[in-house]
């Protein structure tokens, strides 16, 4: 077990581990663990860097300044943060293609919630128990509780449990593709980001994935996108980059181009501006500099 380290003691831990001060001065780098992130998240995106495997600095990061560590932490929060209203509103718009296709067929609404409940019987309570005591839901829960239809229940549910919602609508009605597979994807990086896990701290292969590449996804970015076999085989089976590249293909496909704009300028400012606002650190990192590139392509086709 490692023992507890103060910040003097971890600043001295980073230094025995290669890491430098040259940009960032030690009581600055002091401050910044005390009020701004603590040890143990900044260093997870020392990952990205390669250690010495022979010389006397056997075991060391190569080329790793604490600053661009800080520069890491803060770009993988604001993807975090660029997620979380993408996926809010690709919610909404696939919440308002739902109802728009329901419209249109026979279901009466209510029978497809009761199908819902029975598929899992805990979520009728969760709704109205959990959910009874926020400030937003209270009201409605104790309005429909005894009649939940899905032009209702739909306000009430969680990314997840909508997703579930709307899987089991499409399952039941033939509307054609309507991208069923990508709804996971989009719900892994959504919560990531909205639990505050780290998003960009694992860029260097190998990879760990439970599940495999969607096929529609691949193809999509073979066909449309234009990037290669090898690029695909090489990143997609990264869990980050897919999930992206996921959000960012059924948000064309979802989501009003009118209600894009937003998304798409706060898209380019992060990716074109942000993340290159000190390029100069990456510059002897290629696997960040190829992540980087590989992610752009798949931007530059969508925004």
């Not at 860097?49 to 006397?56: G, L």
């Not at 899987?167 to 990531?192: Q, T």
Request: glycine share 2%; net charge neutral.
């Amino acid at each position: 077990m490692r023992p507890k380290l103060s910040i003097p003691a971890q600043i001295k831990d980073m230094k025995e581990a290669g890491i430098t001060f040259d940009i960032v001065s030690e009581a600055d780098a002091r401050r910044y663990l005390d009020s701004y992130s603590y040890y143990f998240r900044l260093k997870a995106y020392a990952k990205n860097y390669e250690k010495y495997t022979s010389t006397d600095k056997h075991g060391q990061y190569i080329n790793l300044d604490f600053a661009y560590l800080m520069d890491l932490s803060d770009i993988d929060a604001s993807l975090r943060d660029l997620v979380l209203r993408m996926s809010s509103t690709l919610e909404f718009y696939l919440k308002v293609k739902m109802i728009s296709d329901f419209n249109t067929t026979d279901e009466d609404g209510y029978e497809i919630v009761q199908e819902l409940f029975r598929m899992q019987p805990e979520l009728k309570s969760k709704i109205e128990e959990d959910k009874s005591n926020t400030s937003t839901s209270n009201e409605l829960i104790a309005k429909y509780k005894n009649e939940w239809a899905i032009w209702n229940i739909v306000e009430v549910l969680s990314f997840g449990q909508f997703s579930e919602l709307y899987a089991l609508f499409y399952n039941r009605n033939d509307f054609g593709e309507v991208y069923l597979s990508l709804i996971h994807p989009v719900r892994m990086i959504r919560n990531a980001a909205a639990h505050n896990n780290c998003l960009i701290n694992r860029l260097r292969p190998p990879y760990s994935r439970s599940n495999s590449p969607s096929y529609l996804l691949r193809s999509e970015l073979m066909q449309n996108v234009g990037l290669s076999k090898k690029s695909l085989d090489n990143k997609l089976v990264h869990p980050v980059f897919h999930d992206f590249a996921a959000l960012l293909f059924l948000f064309s496909k979802i989501v009003p181009e009118s209600a894009r704009e937003r998304s798409y300028n706060e898209m380019n400012d992060l990716f074109y501006n942000r993340m290159l606002r000190n390029k100069e650190y990456y510059a002897k990192n290629n696997i960040i500099e190829s992540c980087y590139n590989f992610v752009m392509k798949i931007i530059a086709h969508y925004c």
